[in-house]
């Protein structure tokens, strides 16, 4: 038996797909023009083949090179891109064409790093443009690629994750031949649309299945794993620096939970009108009667590992009544803010005011 981790199985699939690769109408030139690679991988991205056909022929008529496109207005470029949805791969595709057209002459970059810094151009793109145009030895490590790659190598690790991302593009670039990396890499592409597809591979038609680690197991059913982070909730808080002369109100956050026993200035859940109303029920319970700005200075995002603070700080003063001092609540003169050990966001707030 074949050991997978040491075999160059590269000959097979490129004969594969000498064999059964798909007729596309962005692969009927050789060499292939980068302008084409390029408009035709961001059409497919998030969007099928066969959807992707009729647009990349109408785009070809309308904007057959990249000083046509450039010299395109952005309404003929979105009304070309009608239907095919995200948008915004119309509009950045557009931007980076013009900047290809006026800093490269017209010609896409032959450099990896030139070529990624393009507007709507990632990792995968670039490889792909890179390889399938310019013959350079460059992985294109897409959804496809990871779960083939998991499949065959028996990854049974979240494929989302960057780790995985990177080991499989290390594999990927062992087995790019030196004479065909973009064929091996389109290859890929087909092999993973027609072959080693998510649900149910059909392995008795696949040119690696006597390699394919989870074929053995019998485990291709259920790879690759792939785990999506769920996205940690959003808590707008509206924070108040109240100001008395040169000092500012502060308190100091219970001594468990987030942040705890640290300093920040007055604030409650709720934006708007109803986190300044919050503010001013937070401290109408100290008898202090809070006046804030009804325009704010100035917004702070703070990620922390179970959820986010979405911060809007205002400024305001107490109009009526007088603190008690506590622990907990207390006058600082603004001064000796570097003394306090402020609750994470807040230190950056003493910068803003
Ligand atoms: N999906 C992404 N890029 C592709 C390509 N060049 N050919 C076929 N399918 C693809």
Not at 47 to 62: C, I, L
Not at 241 to 269: D, I
Not at 303 to 326: A, N, P, R, V
Request: proline share 7%.
């Amino acid at each position: 038996m074949m050991d997978i981790k040491k075999e160059h199985w590269s000959p097979l699939l490129l004969d594969w797909f000498a064999a059964h690769g798909r007729d596309l109408p962005w692969r009927d030139e050789s060499p292939r023009d980068p302008y084409k690679v390029w408009v035709s991988e961001i059409m497919l991205q998030q969007t099928k083949v066969e959807t992707v056909r009729p647009y990349y022929d109408s785009w070809m008529e309308h904007f057959p090179t990249i000083p046509a496109l450039a010299a395109a207005s952005q309404d003929e470029v979105l009304r070309q891109w009608q239907g095919l949805g995200y948008y915004s791969r119309a509009r950045n595709l557009h931007e980076a064409v013009q900047e290809v057209q006026a800093k490269y002459g017209g010609h896409v970059p032959e450099n990896k790093k030139e070529v990624q810094s393009l507007k709507g151009v990632g990792d995968y793109t670039a490889g792909a443009i890179l390889s399938l145009a310019y013959g350079q030895k460059e992985p294109a490590v897409d959804g496809n690629v990871l779960r083939i790659f998991a499949r065959l190598y028996d990854i049974e690790e979240n494929i989302l994750s960057t780790p995985v991302k990177k080991a499989v593009t290390v594999l990927v670039a062992e087995q790019l031949p030196d004479d065909a990396p973009g064929a091996f890499n389109e290859a890929l592409m087909d092999l993973g649309a027609m072959i080693c597809i998510p649900k149910h591979p059909r392995c008795q038609d696949c040119p690696l299945e006597k390699l394919c680690l989870a074929h053995r197991a019998g485990k291709e059913g259920e790879l690759p794993i792939r785990l999506v982070k769920k996205k940690s909730p959003v808590e707008d808080i509206t924070v108040v620096v109240v100001r008395n002369g040169s000092q500012w109100l502060v308190h100091r956050r219970p001594p468990t939970g987030l942040l705890a026993s640290m300093w920040e200035f007055p604030n409650a859940q709720g934006k708007g009108e109803d986190g300044l109303r919050a503010v001013c029920q937070l401290l109408a319970k100290k008898g202090l009667t809070l006046a804030a700005d009804d325009q704010p200075i100035g917004s702070l995002k703070s990620i922390f590992s179970h959820k986010t603070w979405q911060m809007t700080i205002y400024e305001g003063c107490i109009t009526q009544g007088k603190l008690e001092e506590e622990e907990d609540w207390q006058w600082i003169d603004c001064k000796d803010y570097a003394s306090l050990p402020w609750a994470g966001p807040h230190g950056k707030i003493t910068a803003m005011v």
